[in-house]
């Protein structure tokens, strides 16, 4: 077999493929662009579903990639078996109607043996039950022997209705060392023998709701190729994780920890681990994924952590994560060189997440041991799992670590009800996914050469070509329809790069549409969404198209104002600032960047003082269409996570911004206005957001400001200038006031405590306060309570007192009662449970809250039964 490095396999497929007039693409993002039902990219398919299902023409009939995918289905199993991953390549080869069973098969095979030089007798294929098309082919035109050619029922795919098909995989027979030893050992045992290495799937149905199979008029193919799987076998290495696509990383990460790979075999899962989640979480970042505790930042948390956790268990406590980013960008540096231009910013944000785990990790065992220790006062050996899944997910403390800490206490984890807890939270996500997915119209354009299709910002009359209603194609469609309309040519531009679509009136002869958004399908072709207001429409008709210029305008002034906000953070904050999203409207502009600190007030003037200078300097803002190469020369910034083509669009103010944007703008600076920030706050990890007014929104925003100003100076009965000196004056009052609300409230205290000691009972020789109080809050409960206990010297106190609709209490303890029994945490968590609430802490004092406060007289008497249960 040709030894081949991971860089170089990848190299020679696409190539490969780019002989057999395959349009070689480059890896999509990692976030799936227009499908809500995907958190991330998991198949080499995935962003091509439209030229799948015919009804978006692609590219090229032909199209080769090696895809970034994510999946954590099974993260479980990673590190355990030699396969397993959560980031993978998959190398594939599609084709939309073009070439079809006879073509995909005989180039698999010119492929793995013919350049990859792997034996033909050690390679076995896998088909259908029914599929004898595949199985003549493979027979009779490789000429593999019958005898190696085995039908599978489970060789078919689909994923519910829609496009479908057989699918035949390859496989490579490792050698018998490799096996289960079992004499019944074949392909598609569960051993490490007969490795699957292609999979070739022939989408020739299409599966309606009922189950009934139509053949395809246009048959698809659809082929993966595992990257770090044929690597493993061309590098002769037993696991995926010792090529050098991985190994690099188990080096760095036993280094750190200290240990040898192949010495323990619960250390090598912890490397494999590392290394896997290592890559994972480093090209996440990359495309843009953020940590967070829903939705994709989710799975970077949980990966992110998992690592973490499998470092804590090689005896790792310090952050080491950040380093294994510039071992990441090392190995990619050919296939994904942006992730070198971005591991600064990389690394910050692992440095934060896994500074901010190991804090809550230290809050997690202090939680844990709490519950270690009151399963054992009760003498219980089982944790339930609904304490050790909420220590996962507020804490995000793994249920492995739970699980170990717990053995070293000789007790153990109710598995099966953490679990359970945890199917319920997915169901959650999942529905919350569904609910908030925008649906995505995604008309059938193969009737259309969508190529003749254009967009041009003078175009005033133009013919309908194709009319949707609920999604699907109609001829016509009448008043109060809500419709999507294609037109040959349009001036509307559509919705892109955080700003707006366009809005206007679409006009026949015989009705009117009042646009109220454009948008753009992932070919390119612009749609326009809205109502029939009049009239009708119908496919064919001639069209007077009118677009709300005034709208525009406004979205203009604020989208250049986000290139000029852009450029005036790297200056102030540092080049470091990156653009991690936006939206530009008619109303005002929403800018997220990276940066790892709160903005100061006066970094937020710096900031607004420089826009505003470049606004009123009038610079030009100029236009320049050029390649991606002279781009990058120019200094021009690529936003983040943003997929550009080899043409692209450089918007240039001077000297100050050059920024690839197809956006509308203003011509000159001096047309913005006005540009005023609103807010800044943080809204992630590394994560910021700035809002802005410009223009007439500035203008509005200022005039409700003065405004405010004025009613303040009324209701303050001073006037506007005067306002903060009037404030300051008031303060001081109130502030004498609440000194002499202090003063009372402290002698009502005393008079309470003196009226309490005359109540003052004895439990098995110990004294006992029990009583209902007049206290305002919480602190002033606590003050009352420490009066009590000065004054008994040893003894036991529990409070209570209504708060509005809430009660509140303590339970107080003397270090001798303590000694006798006593335990203010356990007397506070039952008296609060009478009262609607709970609580617990220490055995000196703790405190609590409870919702029913006509129930404090209850809570009482049951603190009064637990002090006698407790002191013996």
């Known amino acids: 077999m040709k030894q081949l490095t991971g860089n170089e396999l990848r190299k020679l497929f696409l190539d490969f493929f780019a002989s057999k007039d395959h349009l070689v693409q480059s890896s999509a993002s990692l976030i799936p662009e227009n499908d809500p039902t995907l958190l991330l990219i998991g198949a080499g398919m995935a962003p091509f579903k439209p030229f799948f299902t015919g009804k978006m023409k692609p590219p090229h009939p032909r199209i080769s990639t090696s895809q970034k995918c994510v999946r954590t289905g099974d993260i479980e199993n990673v590190g355990r078996t030699a396969r397993h991953h959560t980031f993978?390549?998959?190398l594939g080869n599609f084709s939309f109607g073009d070439y079809?069973?006879?073509?995909?098969?005989?180039w698999a095979w010119e492929f793995l043996t013919e350049y990859l030089e792997m034996p033909k007798d050690k390679l076995w294929i896998t088909i259908h039950t029914g599929d004898d098309e595949a199985f003549d082919i493979w027979h009779n035109d490789i000429k593999i022997p019958a005898d190696r050619i085995i039908r599978m029922e489970e060789n078919f795919w689909e994923i519910g209705p829609g496009p479908c098909g057989p699918c035949s995989e390859i496989h490579i027979d490792l050698g018998e060392e490799r096996g289960c030893g079992k004499p019944d050992c074949a392909v598609g045992c569960n051993c490490d023998r007969y490795l699957e290495i292609w999979n070739l799937v022939f989408t020739q149905f299409d599966r309606d709701e009922a189950g009934n199979y139509t053949p395809l008029a246009k048959k698809n193919i659809d082929t993966g190729a595992g990257l770090e799987r044929i690597a493993s076998v061309l590098q002769n290495k037993r696991s995926n994780f010792e090529t050098d696509l991985l190994y690099p990383i188990i080096e760095y990460t036993a280094n750190v920890a200290g240990v040898s790979y192949g010495q323990s075999a619960k250390n090598d899962v912890s490397l494999k681990v590392i290394a896997d989640h290592g890559r994972s979480m480093t090209v996440m970042i990359g495309d843009g994924v953020l940590p967070s505790n829903e939705g994709r930042g989710y799975v970077l948390r949980r990966i992110l952590r998992r690592a973490v956790r499998h470092g804590r268990l090689m005896g790792v406590e310090k952050p080491f994560l950040t380093d294994i980013v510039d071992i990441v960008a090392k190995i990619f540096a050919q296939s994904y060189p942006d992730i070198n231009d971005k591991k600064d910013y990389i690394k910050k944000v692992i440095q934060l997440e896994e500074e901010r785990f190991h804090n809550t990790l230290a809050q997690g065992i202090e939680l844990l041991n709490k519950h270690v220790h009151e399963l054992a006062q009760t003498g219980q050996t089982v944790l339930d799992g609904a304490t050790a899944f909420k220590l996962y997910d507020t804490y995000g403390f793994p249920w492995e670590l739970t699980e170990e800490i717990l053995s070293e206490h000789n007790m153990t984890l109710d598995k099966q009800s953490f679990d359970q807890a945890m199917a319920e939270q997915r169901e959650r996500a999942r529905s919350a996914r569904q609910d908030s997915g925008e649906k995505v119209v995604m008309p059938d354009l193969s009737g259309l050469v969508t190529e003749s299709l254009s967009y041009n910002p003078n175009a005033e009359i133009a013919k309908l070509v194709l009319l949707l209603k609920d999604g699907n194609v109609v001829e016509e469609a009448f008043d109060g329809d809500e419709v999507a309309v294609i037109l040959d040519v349009s001036p509307f531009y559509a919705e892109g790069g955080g700003q707006a679509g366009d809005t206007g009136v679409i006009t026949s002869s015989l009705g009117k549409m009042e646009v109220t958004n454009t948008r753009k399908l992932p070919d390119g072709t612009i749609y326009h969404i809205g109502q029939i207001s009049e009239g009708l429409l119908k496919t064919g008709d001639s069209l007077k198209l009118t677009v709300d210029f005034a709208r525009r305008r406004h979205i203009a002034r604020n989208h250049t104002a986000t290139h000029l906000l852009h450029a005036a953070l790297k200056q102030v904050l540092g080049g470091h600032v990156n653009q991690a999203g936006s939206a530009v409207d008619s109303s005002r502009l929403r800018f997220d960047f990276t940066h790892f600190a709160p903005v100061t007030e006066q970094e937020l003037v710096e900031v607004e003082k420089l826009v505003n200078h470049v606004i009123l300097d009038n610079t030009s803002v100029g236009i320049i269409e050029t390649t991606q190469d002279i781009a990058k020369g120019m200094g021009?910034?690529?936003?983040?996570?943003?997929k550009y083509g080899e043409q692209v669009r450089v918007v240039v103010v001077d000297n100050f911004s050059k920024e690839l944007c197809g956006g509308t703008h203003v011509g000159a600076t001096a047309e913005i206005g006005l540009f005023k920030i609103v807010s800044e706050a943080g809204i992630g990890a590394g994560l910021r957001r700035i809002e802005a007014v410009t223009g007439y929104g500035a203008h509005e925003y200022l005039k409700a400001q003065d405004e405010l100003i004025k009613e303040a100076a009324v209701a303050l009965k001073t006037r506007p200038e005067e306002i903060v000196a009037r404030i300051e004056v008031l303060n001081g009052r109130v502030r004498d006031l609440e000194r002499e609300v202090g003063t009372l409230n402290t002698k009502l205290a005393k008079n309470e405590v003196q009226d309490l000691l005359t109540g003052v009972k004895e439990i098995n020789g110990v004294k006992v306060v029990i009583g209902q109080v007049a206290a305002a809050d919480m602190e002033t409960l606590r003050e009352t309570g420490d009066m009590v206990r000065e004054r008994l010297q040893s003894g036991v106190v529990v409070l209570g007192a209504v708060n509005g609709e809430?009660?509140?209490?303590?339970?107080?303890?003397?270090?001798?009662?303590?000694?006798k029994g006593a335990h203010a945490g356990h007397i506070i968590k039952e008296t609060a449970k009478v009262a609607g609430g709970g609580g617990g802490g220490r055995p000196d004092m703790a405190q609590a809250?409870?919702?029913?406060?006509?129930?404090?007289?209850?809570a009482l008497q049951i603190a009064e039964e637990i002090?006698?249960?407790q002191i013996k």
């Open 88 to 90: 993978f390549e998959m």
């Open 806 to 819: 809430k009660v509140n209490f303590i339970a107080m303890a003397t270090s001798d009662c303590v000694a």
């Open 849 to 858: 809250g409870g919702k029913q406060p006509e129930k404090i007289s209850a």
């Open 636 to 642: 021009a910034m690529a936003l983040f996570g943003e």
């Open 867 to 869: 002090i006698k249960s």
């Open 100 to 106: 079809f069973k006879k073509e995909a098969i005989a």
